[in-house]
């Protein structure tokens, strides 16, 4: 497999990882509610790239250097 087809695979990976941690942590945040207000919107909304930016450095970060060292 060469470098390119690896990053993308890796970045496949990465994403698909942290929409599902996504997809928990906004079911955590929303359970029981009948009706959601603007703000517990907002603060998923406000979370959303901090997750995703965090797991994709924390996640992607290694594998690729362990690979491409």
């Given at each position: 497999?060469?470098?390119?087809t690896?990053?993308?695979?890796?970045?496949?990976?990465?994403?698909a990882?942290?929409?599902?941690?996504?997809?928990?942590?906004?079911?955590?945040?929303?359970?029981?509610?009948?009706?959601?207000?603007?703000?517990r919107?907002?603060?998923?909304?406000?979370?959303?790239?901090?997750?995703?930016?965090?797991?994709?450095?924390?996640?992607?970060?290694?594998?690729?250097?362990?690979?491409?060292?």
């Amino acid at each position: 497999m060469n470098w390119k087809t690896y990053v993308i695979a890796q970045t496949l990976g990465v994403a698909a990882f942290n929409t599902l941690c996504n997809a928990a942590y906004t079911a955590f945040l929303w359970r029981g509610e009948a009706v959601l207000s603007v703000d517990r919107i907002g603060a998923d909304l406000a979370m959303t790239p901090i997750w995703i930016g965090l797991l994709s450095v924390l996640l992607g970060t290694p594998f690729i250097r362990k690979a491409l060292a």
